[in-house]
């Protein structure tokens, strides 16, 4: 992907030339169709929306491309106050993208600079308090941080770490299976137990030792451990809590941390390897913390379309087509543009919008949602399916979430007969009477590690008893990279997904009744990230 930069000049080019001021608005046909989709998502997908993270500037001009292709196609606005928007607040928490930790001598000279992201990344729950932010602290390493006495293992018993930091190791000592004293389990190895009987004990720092599993992978999970996290504002006051600061260190720096110490980093992993339980010991190092963390409302948007149904009787029930518009935004400097994730569901639904308000032969109304939020945590949709006074009426959602990659003949299909036999048949028909996909249903499987049907935005209306389908097309290869790309989105397919979708909103808008729900819900919270 190429560096970000824009201008208010290259913004103004792309809305003047968008597709709908090159082609005609009703034309329904293959090629029309073909030009909108790919000129569409060369809008959505390019650098001068910046990524589209949520609560962002590109956030906020791509909603305004969606909004503004709405209105040319004669979709009605549906948000807040005659808009295409259902704005909503969000806090937004973080460590400064300049947050290190240097490492000082017992003479406090310094040994080293450590960054944010290249060599360590925020871990537990929540950000340090304002007053951590720029402490100097000891540094005692404290085994695996554990206290258990059913096991005889504590390893705070002879150390003092009031007023320190922590250096601990990840998950739980070995049990060996022939000492009947070692078998009864571990029960506070958790992140969250661990970092909470530090502060019992007084310590107001905490790093953890990356382990195996992390190192494999730490390149890419620095990314998401240096973003700031950001969810909803809390109804009812909170207890403010002084949360301490809490990171995961790589191997550089646990390698200088322990340099010359009781066990250098070497020697502690020979130690675990031969399943032994280092001693806790004081370090004579120092550790400096300048990590400046902030706490901010931020503005996020959903953005909402109506057809209005045709039916007098009906028209007052919906059919919701989804997809989000958001993305992961820049990453130092190098714009994610997210083209299929899920820039290709987004322009699929727009398609959908304009083929259908052409055809305008819905006995129900049809919204069409396009969410924000959903890659920090289903935000856009849960914010939707918890404000909108009329879910009650909402007789299915249709959540389209990358469909423009992998093979151009089949499609994973998600969660359609979990609520609804009748909605699951009805896709079925739909598909097999239209553009045949071959549809691959392995992720409904309830022993399926991947959990897809819980992890985009159709979940938020499957928990309140919404029939849903999630179309899916499983790229991996370019996920949530910068590679993720235009040129390798296949528009003949996500045109395809446009026909499906859209012959599967009619038939559920012009039922006689409503979906028949035969099954129960499952209340599971959701999780969005697929990483």
């Given at each position: ?26 034309k ?13 998502l ?6 001068e ?14 909603s ?7 209105g ?11 808009t295409?928007?259902?704005n909503?607040?969000?806090l937004?928490?973080g460590y ?45 390493f404290?085994g ?24 601990i ?38 790093l ?7 190192k494999?992978?730490?390149?890419r999970i ?11 504002v ?12 809490v ?10 941390i ?9 020697k ?57 518009y ?21 322009v ?55 469909v ?12 359609s007969?979990?609520?609804?036999t009748e ?10 009477g ?69 012959d ?15 099954k ?12």
């Amino acid at each position: 992907m190429k560096f970000k930069w824009y201008s208010a000049y290259a913004i103004i080019f792309v809305f003047l030339y968008s597709s709908s001021s090159l082609y005609p608005q009703n034309k329904i046909d293959d090629k029309t169709s073909l030009n909108y989709l790919r000129n569409n998502l060369k809008v959505l997908a390019s650098d001068e929306y910046e990524g589209r993270e949520t609560a962002t500037r590109g956030e906020k001009l791509a909603s305004l491309f969606i909004s503004s292709e709405l209105g040319k196609y004669d979709v009605k606005p549906f948000g807040d106050n005659g808009t295409y928007f259902q704005n909503f607040d969000l806090l937004s928490s973080g460590y400064s993208e300049d947050a290190k930790i240097a490492l000082l001598d017992k003479s406090n000279s310094l040994i080293g600079e450590f960054l944010l992201g290249d060599d360590f990344i925020r871990s537990g729950r929540g950000f340090a308090d304002i007053s951590f932010a720029s402490q100097t602290t000891g540094i005692v390493f404290a085994g695996y941080g554990m206290t258990q006495k059913e096991n005889n293992h504590d390893d705070y018993a002879n150390i003092d770490v009031n007023g320190k930091t922590v250096l601990i190791l990840s998950g739980e000592p070995y049990r060996d299976k022939n000492n009947p004293a070692a078998q009864v389990p571990f029960l506070a190895s958790s992140t969250d137990s661990k970092i909470k009987l530090a502060k019992e004990n007084g310590a107001i720092g905490v790093l953890i030792i990356v382990d195996e599993r992390l190192k494999s992978f730490w390149s890419r999970i620095k990314e998401f451990g240096t973003q700031p996290s950001i969810g909803f504002v809390p109804k009812e006051p909170q207890e403010a809590i002084k949360n301490i600061p809490v990171f995961t260190v790589g191997e550089k720096f646990v390698e200088q941390i322990l340099a010359g110490e009781k066990y250098s980093y070497e020697k502690l992993n020979e130690m675990l390897k031969a399943k032994e339980s280092p001693a806790a010991f004081q370090l004579n190092k120092k550790l400096k913390f300048d990590i400046r963390p902030f706490l901010n409302t931020v503005q996020a948007r959903n953005v909402v379309g109506l057809i209005e149904g045709t039916d007098p009787k009906l028209k007052d029930e919906f059919v919701v087509l989804s997809a989000h518009y958001d993305h992961i935004g820049t990453r130092r400097g190098i714009v994610n543009n997210g083209a299929d994730d899920d820039g290709s569901g987004t322009v699929a639904v727009l398609e959908a919008a304009r083929r259908l308000s052409s055809e305008n032969n819905n006995k129900r109304s049809i919204i069409f949602l396009f969410n924000t939020g959903e890659e920090k945590g289903l935000l856009g949709s849960g914010y939707a399916t918890d404000n909108w006074t009329f879910m009650e009426n909402v007789v299915a959602n249709i959540n389209l979430d990358m469909v423009g990659r992998e093979s151009a003949d089949s499609l994973h299909c998600i969660g359609s007969g979990k609520l609804s036999t009748e909605f699951a048949n009805l896709i079925q028909e739909a598909n097999s009477g239209g553009v045949d996909f071959v549809l691959n249903y392995k992720y409904d499987d309830p022993k399926d590690p991947n959990r897809f049907y819980y992890r985009s935005d159709h979940y938020n209306f499957a928990r309140k008893g919404i029939p849903i389908v999630f179309f899916f097309d499983d790229m991996t290869v370019d996920y949530h990279k910068s590679t993720d790309d235009v040129e390798k989105i296949n528009f003949e397919k996500i045109l395809k997904v446009v026909k499906l979708t859209s012959d599967i909103t009619l038939g559920v808008a012009n039922l006689d009744h409503k979906l028949i729900v035969d099954k129960k819900n499952e209340d599971v919270l959701p999780r969005q990230r697929r990483d």
